[in-house]
């Protein structure tokens, strides 16, 4: 039996595809925040160039609109939703993962898994509710607490033991090895590039400044145009977090590979139940937002 994301909880798939979407709205308001800052420099360099009104009308439009975009982002607050709408959706894959193998407080000798699926989940998103996610989007009563285990997760629950763990192992372990593994290999690659344009960027700035107060070149001084697009790549890097992202992910994905070592060769039964609880703790998004800061 292959599990996929259409047997997770409904409301996961909902709150994953608005974290996505969210997620792509908040990266586009910041990229083209500065990108409309890069250009009314631009235009601002040109204006005390040229002696030219049109210009400088240009450079205060564009900034105008930098300040636009900024509080358009500052109301949307996508990147509050983006983070609100991944919580619920990795909250909802986790307990759904561990209900159906057994693990954390879903272990064999509950009374009543169903039951208590319902009141953690519903417990958990009342909390979310408390810090800004408003979009519960299920039908009625019937979308809630029990309503959102499917028929495939009771399946693999009845499961015996052997089964459980392989399927446990292969498609959610092994899952997220290989997506961090290729999420670290991604973000190194983004890192190592924009550290090269700003660093390329940042030595021309220098060189310009130098060769300027040297006088050996006049007219046109790009120094502050290319210092601008050299901060402007400084605040990419720090709003897509390159660097402390690889990092993180290169850390999980070497302990992922030695959980799930362990768990297939020397974890029993008995001791299933924590050894799941502490492979989604690894997996979870704020596991991965703590490495972060030390990264």
């Not at 900024?70 to 983006?82: C, E, F, K, Q």
């Not at 986790?94 to 000798?109: C, D, E, I, K, T």
């Not at 958990?124 to 979308?143: F, P, S, Y």
């Amino acid at each position: 039996m292959t599990l996929s994301d259409s047997d997770l909880p409904p409301l996961f798939r909902l709150s994953d595809r608005r974290a996505l979407i969210r997620q792509g709205e908040s990266f586009r308001a910041v990229r083209t925040q500065l990108v409309t800052l890069l250009l009314a420099t631009a235009a601002a360099l040109l204006a005390e160039r040229l002696d030219s009104h049109f210009p400088a009308a240009l450079a205060a439009v564009l900034y105008a609109m930098t300040i636009a975009i900024g509080l358009h982002t500052a109301r949307r607050r996508a990147r509050a939703h983006w983070r609100a709408h991944r919580d619920v959706a990795e909250l909802l894959k986790s307990l759904a993962w561990q209900y159906m193998v057994h693990g954390g407080p879903f272990h064999s000798r509950v009374a009543d898994p169903d039951g208590l699926f319902a009141e953690r989940l519903e417990g958990r998103l009342a909390e979310l509710r408390k810090v800004g996610w408003v979009d519960d989007a299920r039908d009625g009563t019937r979308g809630r607490g029990i309503g959102q285990i499917t028929p495939a997760m009771r399946a693999v629950r009845a499961k015996p033991f052997a089964a459980r763990r392989d399927i446990y192992l292969r498609d959610r372990l092994l899952e997220q090895f290989v997506w961090h593994r290729n999420k670290a290999a991604q973000t190194h690659r983004a890192s190592v590039r924009w550290s090269s344009v700003t660093a390329v960027l940042t030595l021309l700035a220098l060189l310009s400044a130098g060769l300027r107060a040297l006088g050996v070149i006049g007219g046109w001084d790009l120094t502050g145009l290319i210092s601008a697009a050299a901060a402007a790549g400084v605040a990419w890097q720090e709003v897509r977090r390159h660097r402390p992202l690889a990092y993180a992910y290169g850390l999980i994905k070497q302990d992922l590979d030695m959980l799930r070592t362990t768990m297939s060769r020397t974890v029993t039964e008995a001791a299933w139940a924590e050894a799941v609880a502490d492979a989604e703790r690894l997996v979870s998004p704020q596991y991965t937002d703590w490495v972060v800061r030390f990264g």
